[in-house]
């Protein structure tokens, strides 16, 4: 059973659009939240972490939003660019050791 | 540069073969860890080391074997390994948690990506 899950697999858009990307997990045990970008064939890059305390951060135009008590968590992209077109992660970060837990991943595809 | 690099950054080997990836951090991290990522699968922790100790195995086979001499390098020994250990092998540090407050950021490598033939 997987404890991350973001739907949908994958998206793809017109350049401009606003991308809505979800996460939930299941695990109450989780109490931080982050978001990566992959580029094809590389590693991870962090964009956004939330911490427990925290319901929102934003960089630019990115936002991600957590609610604890549903088990969900939101990464939003602002007026989508064809550079924005990587596969999303969020990974969910429980209270009791340093481990992520990964969801499948958005692939996003934005189209010029 | 993401402060973590990996190497080498493709890798083809046999079944019999003996292989290493390193990664080393230049990042004054103390916590050091080894992802997995197989095509169609979310990525999948298999070790954790905090301040150069094992803290995490995650059920990993023992063909797969991990060194930590010191919390700038990661090793990650490959012995008889099998054509379903392909995969991109990551590599992330970061500095350790302090408790439920600790905001643990990963740094990421780019990636080993390993084909077993």
């Known amino acids: 059973k997987q404890e991350v899950t973001q739907i949908p697999a994958a998206l793809s858009v017109p350049e401009g659009e606003n991308l809505v990307l979800n996460c939930s997990f299941t695990?109450?045990?989780?109490?931080?939240l982050q978001w990566f970008r992959q580029d094809p064939g590389k590693g991870l890059t962090s964009l956004l972490l939330i911490q427990s305390s925290q319901r929102e951060q934003t960089s630019g135009r990115l936002n991600a939003s957590l609610d604890k008590s549903s088990g969900r968590s939101t990464l939003y992209i602002a007026a989508s660019q064809p550079g924005d077109s990587a596969t999303y992660l969020c990974a969910g970060i429980k209270a009791a050791g340093n481990k992520l837990t990964f969801g499948g991943g958005t692939r996003v595809l934005v189209k010029p | 540069e993401t402060g973590v690099t990996q190497t080498p950054r493709h890798l083809v080997m046999g079944m019999t073969n003996k292989k290493s990836l390193k990664c080393e951090q230049h990042l004054g991290h103390n916590a050091m860890y080894w992802y997995k990522q197989s095509a169609k699968k979310p990525l999948e922790l298999m070790f954790v080391?905090?301040?150069?100790?094992?803290?995490e195995n995650n059920s990993v086979p023992s063909r797969f074997s991990p060194e930590c001499p010191n919390s700038s390098h990661l090793f990650l020994h490959l012995h008889t390994l099998q054509p379903e250990d392909s995969a991109l092998y990551l590599c992330?540090?970061?500095?350790?948690?302090?408790?439920?407050?600790?905001?643990?950021?990963?740094?990421f490598g780019a990636g080993s990506r390993l084909t077993v033939l």
């Open positions: 992330a540090s970061s500095q350790e948690g302090t408790g439920t407050s600790g905001a643990n950021v990963l740094t």
């Open positions: 695990d109450s045990a989780i109490y931080n």
């Open positions: 080391y905090n301040f150069k100790e094992q803290t």
